[in-house]
């Protein structure tokens, strides 16, 4: 599987459903959203770190799930 086959098949399964837009947008919204924070000093620079990381863990994992439940379909 080529890279840019990949990132279709990823753009794809975000898109596929009006949930999973949501959750796509939810969690840019999140980071967006701990960034200014961050960026005025509201919050530390290594809490934005920890949350982006984990919200990318977490979308990655979605994102494979959604991928493999819609190649068994």
Known sequence: ???QHFLREYSETHSA???RRVVGY???AM???LAVCA????I???LFWVVAGAELIT??????????EDAQR
């Open 31 to 33: 980071i967006l959203g």
């Open 1 to 3: 599987m080529t890279i």
């Open 44 to 46: 530390p620079a290594w």
């Open 26 to 28: 939810a969690i840019g």
């Open 59 to 68: 979308d990655v994992v979605l994102t494979r799930g959604w991928m493999r």
């Open 39 to 42: 960026i005025l000093g509201v």
């Open 17 to 19: 459903t009006a949930a």
